[in-house]
């Protein structure tokens, strides 16, 4: 892919964000008042479409925004070849998605 | 003594603007031909050219034309420029001018309507100043740097020519002597076609505007060459150069011209205005008026501190002046003066040198193989240049020495066998400071510095020349006698300082005897002890030429054969401002 | 080198992904052990509560405001056109700080 | 402080190589250049340093003045060096060659890669008419005064991080071609400006905007590039 199409994605992946990103931390501050409990969180999760579709965006595009933006860094500050570091991102892009679906079905799907 | 030796087909001294349009023009008449460019500086970031801040003249407008152009030229020239060198010149700026901009790259700026933006300049009777803000040279030398770097052009970057190196046979050129600066080596470089564009430069003098690597030692590689260099005598000083005391870089350098016709004031030392004295057109006189005005009103002793004049621009209000003069201003404000609003110190400062090498206008010269171009050439401007006749002076001619240079070599171009005697003197003058014990070298050129300031500067008279012509005799003496540190020869800048210092006594010997010879005051040269013009019709140049240890000089007659004192190809006088109102922006 | 504001921003702002990116995946794996119910997450948010992991909880919620501001920073410089030649946006700089900080305050004081 | 004397620290060797210190006496006016050049002149005689035009236009006279780059011919001391001492060593990312002078080169060529103009027009024609209003002539105009001093490529840190890295003041130039109305294939400059090691290595760390000593913003240029990449990307171009 080219550098052009990789900072148009990580550029529209942060836009994407910021606004989830705002929401998620207002959400910690206020949540976390007193302790966080477990019931707590999936109270609010749980068999939510809204809650199921916000982080199930947010872990798409962070999935792909997070490995375009490490893979600079890991240019720029590691000896690590071109090549090998691309395919390594392909890998942690796809570890974020994986893990982070599995999360997302298991705040918002199943249980209650 | 380690000497490389390498070949190519064409070597360009200079990297100005007539060194790089040279390389240009033989690498598109010829893409097959080995060119080098050898500099003593960086290729593009050394020289004057990029210097230059006012412009660039060229005879575009519907309005102007070639016919006056060239009738400004001569009239301010004082009818001493060599007529078809000039009129080839406003020929060629205009071409010249249009490959800057849709060749080279260069964008001037421009009118409202889209058409290039032509400024004032004074001594001319339209205004046909091509420029890119306050910073033209930049502009231009940037754009034709990156042509070059594009091509397959050579470079030999900080690489200092010592000699011209004539085949044995006496046929014509055989190469160049080089030093490589960075490394400290000789370097030996057989060329078909040889370009001398090192820019000359008039930095022998207290007060100097050029850049610091250039010193004349193109002509006076020239003269040891055996070759005629006219017009000595005159050396272009700029009314206000920045004093800023004899410890500093900056001393000499230019404010523009803009200040003075934008209303700026002239005050001596008891703050009081005094140019109207010398001329009725006060500070908007022409340069050599003014900087004749401030030099004798210095003599008088009427100056400030540092011994100077002051230049004063706060009447017209600080605002206004920062708005007018942004880069200027700054540049005063980063050494610490307060142009905008303030006093700053200034002298008038050698500028420009009208004389040089005698050279043909396809830019060969009376050696088969080495052409010229640029300032270090003469002819083309006679007594005066006018301001912007300089660049436009080193792109034409160096562009055509480009063209000549790829028709020769296809021609006639041999790599001929060295004469390695010479090679071998020219070695041996680098080395000779390296026998010697080392001395105050600095002070040396300071000392020459204020030879010629005092006795071959701005006002001379005969007493005081050959007053000159002793200190510099003094002066050689004394650099002949003293050396630098051996040991580590690379980017040994105080190696270079002893070589500038030869070429600059070499030169300065030249100005001073040509001053000496011309007895009437013209132009940029002025003499006390004969204050009057001569008979323009009878007019001659000086030319001198080494012959063994000894320069001699004659003078020749200048041939009118396009226009005679007297005639004109325009009507209204050439020179003269176009209408009341421009002389606000021209000076 | 001294370095400038615009470089602390970009240092602030990389840490913090550097930071973000080393994080996620461990958040979703602890959040997929809701999949066991909301004990195994309350076990996991048990270990929330341990100080040391209460100032690394802190340092994320940091990071991701720093890197939120001055992310929105970068996009301003990038996306937005530069009419004014306004210097170089330092004043995004501060605000970012400023921003954080406040993120900062809200968080410790809620988890107080 | 016109009487007294500067405590100068100037590094001599290339990349090995120590530090020489010197009592210079402070003055009036003087530059950072004035002092290495009295350094030269009074104590080190094959001290190499490089200047030219001294009035801040040949760009050939930068070094780093007690950790910042600036261009030694316009930087009084005064304005550097309040308490007199100052530590003079050359420009980073850069080879260096001796002392203070480095290897311009690679900076050069990689100005020079991003393009060189081409036009349509000869030297037969009129020069082009340009709106000097027009939005693209004010983005030329506005970055165009670059004198290649090299002061934003030791400054930044991704040049001295990504050896690939064209760096801003390559990137100024791309910008002010792109910007060329005469420029008969502005897509090529383009082009090569979005190229791997181009624009979008960039992280607007703005230290070359910062530095830059004649008042330029590779940043806003370089963001110009990104921008212009992506509306040619979204328009369905190539890249
Ligand atoms: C401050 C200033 C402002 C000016 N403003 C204007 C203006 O507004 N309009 C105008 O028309 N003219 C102006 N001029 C004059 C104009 O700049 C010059 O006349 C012209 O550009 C000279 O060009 P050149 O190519 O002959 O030499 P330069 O551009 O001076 O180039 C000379 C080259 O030769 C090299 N060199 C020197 N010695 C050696 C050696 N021994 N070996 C190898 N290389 C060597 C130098 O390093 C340099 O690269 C100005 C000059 C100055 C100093
Ligand atoms: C709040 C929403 C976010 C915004 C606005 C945002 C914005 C940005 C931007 C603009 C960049 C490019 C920086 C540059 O190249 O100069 C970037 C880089 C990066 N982002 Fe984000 N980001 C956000 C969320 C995240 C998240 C949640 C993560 C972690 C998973 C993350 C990880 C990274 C990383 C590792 C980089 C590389 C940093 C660098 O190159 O210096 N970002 N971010
Ligand atoms: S952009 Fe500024 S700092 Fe960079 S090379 Fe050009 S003039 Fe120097
Ligand atoms: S400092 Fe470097 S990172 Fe970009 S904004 Fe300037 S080029
Ligand atoms: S000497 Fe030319 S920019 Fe400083």
Redesign the interface.
Known sequence: MSEARLFLLQRLTALVMAPLVLVHLVLIVVAVQGGLTAGEILGRTQGSVFWGLFYGIFVLVAAIHAPIGLRNVLREWTGIGRRPIDWLMVAFGVLLLVLGWRAVVAVVGGGA | MRIEESRCDILILGSGGAGLFAALHAAKADPALDIVIAVKGLLGKSGCTRMVQGGYNVALAAEDSIERHFMDTIVGGKWLPRQDLAWRLCVGAVERVRELENEIGCFFDRNPDGSLHQKAFAGQSFDRTAHKGDLTGIEIINRLMEQVRSRAVRRLEEHRAIELIPAADGSGLAGVLLIDIRMGEYRFVRAKAVLLATGAGPTMYLYHTPSGDKTCDGLAMALRLGLALRDMEMVQFHPTGLLGGPHTRMTGTVLEEGLRGAGGHILNGGKERFLAGYDPAGERATRDVVSRGIYAEMRAGRTTPMGGVYISMGHLGAEKVAGMFPGMVKRCADCGFDLAGGLVEVVPTAHYMMGGVEFEIDASTAVPGLFAAGEDCGGVHGANRLGGNGVANSTVYGGIAGDSMAAFVGREGVWRDPDNSVIEAGIARAERPFGQAPGDLAGLRDRLAQVMWDDVGVIRDALGIERGLAGIADCRAALLAQGVVDGDRRFNLTWHDWLNLESLLDLSEVVGRAALARDDSRGAHFRADFPETGVLETSAYTRIRRDGDELRLDTAPVAFDIVEPGQSLIEGAAGAPPAEAAIGSAA | ???????WA?MGH?LS??A??AF??L?????????G???A??SS?KI??LPLVKVAEFGL?IA??VH?AF?????A???L??PA?D??R?RLVYLGLAATVL?GI??AV??V | MAEGTLEVRIWRGGDEGAFGAYAVPARENQTVLDVVTEVQRRFEPSLAYRFSCRVGVCGSCAMTINGTPRWTCRTHVKRVAPEGRLTIEPLRNMKRVKDLACDMDGFLGKWASVGTFEGTATRADPPAAIDPASPARREVDAAIQCINCAVCHAACDVVAWDPHYLGPAALNRAWTLYNDARVADRRAVLDGALQPGGCHTCHSHGACTEHCPVGLSPTASIAGLKRAGLVSLLKGGRS
């Not at chain 3, 958040?27 to 999949?35: D, Q």
């Not at chain 3, 992310?71 to 996009?75: E, I, M, P």
């Open positions: 080198m001294r370095r400038g504001a615009g470089w970009a990389r992904g550097l973000l990116a996620l995946p958040h979703f794996l602890m959040l997929g052990r809701a999949l119910g909301a004990e997450l309350d948010l929330a509560e919620v991701l405001a939120l992310g929105l920073r970068v996009l410089i990038e996306l056109p530069w030649r210097g170089l330092l993120v809200a968080f809620s988890v």
